[in-house]
């Protein structure tokens, strides 16, 4: 279900520029299908938010995207190209819920997981890696921290170091899965201000997030889901009310701040 907005969207990017494009992707657990022929063409050095309720599929689409989960039938491209040739370019930070937190590993041994291109198959970890992970770490505000245990940190600092971990890797397009989620507004505004400068470096970002009233601040773009894509396109035209009664099933009961009408 594609929405008309799609139409006016001023400037249709590129296959080959796309950071990642979806054609007709479906994926299905068992019988049951999470996201159906999904067609999207993320645009280039922007901060797109994936929207949705609950079960959505948001997640899915996202690990699709990655090659977690193999899709029923369609396409994922990078740059034009196969997601296989592609992936390295691409950094994840999952859901938090998601990750085993008991895990014992320090902090600092998390964000050098992002520097596995560079330490190669022995994985030595030279004075120069640990300098890279340290100053990921100061981007995000975490840098006391590195020979912490991970399962010792708040969910807003864990958040932070799997940011940083994501940022070690160098990637050109970052893949988060609500970044935002339970953290503060300290931890928030430190986690967009990583966002927006990785975005004027020339990076994509693409988010599932779920605070409706921060989508047309922090966002420039939205891909509006559920288990269909509903509308996709520049916040301003596709973030209307009518919109989002569609994505939601009419469970919205008010108006948003804004969201057009
Ligand atoms: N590993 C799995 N096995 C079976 N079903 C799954 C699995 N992962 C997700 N699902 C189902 O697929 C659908 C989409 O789930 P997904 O996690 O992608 O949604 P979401 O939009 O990210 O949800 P939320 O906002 O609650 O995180 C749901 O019905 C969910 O129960």
């Known amino acids: 279900m594609l929405d008309a907005t799609q139409a006016i969207d001023p400037e249709p990017v590129d296959l080959a520029d796309s950071p990642l494009a979806l ?6 657990y068992g019988d049951s299908p999470a996201i159906e022929a999904v067609d999207a063409t993320f645009q280039p050095g922007q901060m797109t938010a994936i929207i949705g309720p609950n079960g959505a599929g948001k997640s899915t689409l996202l690990k699709s995207a990655l090659g977690i989960v193999r899709p ?3 396409r994922v491209t990078c740059w034009g190209r ?10 994840y930070v999952p859901q938090r819920a998601s990750v085993d937190w008991d895990f014992p590993t320090r902090v600092l ?3 050098l997981m992002g520097l596995y291109r560079q330490l ?20 995000v505000g975490m840098e006391g921290f ?9 969910g807003g600092q864990q958040q932070r170091v799997f940011l940083a971990r994501a940022l070690a890797q160098g990637a050109d397009l970052y893949l988060l899965d609500e970044p935002l989620a339970g953290v503060d507004a300290a931890t928030e505004k430190a986690i967009i201000d990583v966002l927006k400068s990785l975005k004027s470096e020339g990076r ?9 009233s921060t989508v047309s601040t922090y966002f420039e773009r939205v891909l509006l889901l559920n288990r269909h894509q509903i509308a996709e396109g520049p916040v301003l035209t596709t973030f209307t009310n009518a919109n989002l009664h569609i994505t ?4 919205l009961a008010a108006t948003l701040p804004g969201a057009g009408s």
């Open 23 to 28: 054609r007709g992707l479906t994926v299905a």
């Open 72 to 74: 029923v039938s369609g």
């Open 82 to 91: 196969p997601l296989s040739r592609q992936r390295y370019r691409i950094a």
């Open 109 to 111: 041994d998390v964000v």
């Open 120 to 139: 190669g198959l022995l994985g030595r970890v030279r004075a120069r890696h640990r300098d890279a992970a340290m100053a990921c770490l100061s981007r």
């Open 146 to 154: 590195a020979t912490r245990q991970i399962g010792q940190l708040s």
């Open 204 to 212: 994509s970002i693409v988010a599932v997030h779920h605070d409706l």
């Open 248 to 251: 939601y099933g009419g469970r």
